[in-house]
């Protein structure tokens, strides 16, 4: 599973490193949270919320149906 997370991650990298920010994969719970870390311009944006559940988690969840949801950690 984790492989097919970091395919997802890499499909909305170059939107956020457009931004100036980045995204890590920190850990994948055994009940199916993705725990990710927002990084440069993302980390502490306004929009970061959005950006989380609109973006990384929706691409997330879309690709990897056995995810259950995305937080930042």
């Known amino acids: 599973?984790?492989?097919?997370?970091?395919?997802?991650?890499?499909t909305v990298r170059p939107t956020l490193q457009n931004?100036?920010?980045d995204v890590e994969l920190v850990d994948i719970t055994e009940d199916g949270v993705?725990?990710?870390?927002?990084?440069?311009a993302c980390h502490g944006c306004?929009?970061?919320?959005?950006?989380?559940?609109?973006?990384?988690?929706?691409?997330i969840l879309k690709a990897v149906p056995e995810v259950k949801a995305v937080e930042a950690v």
């Open 19 to 21: 931004d100036g920010g």
């Open 46 to 59: 306004p929009m970061s919320q959005m950006t989380l559940k609109s973006g990384i988690e929706r691409v």
């Open 34 to 40: 993705v725990k990710v870390r927002l990084q440069g």
């Open 1 to 10: 599973m984790r492989e097919k997370v970091e395919a997802a991650l890499a």
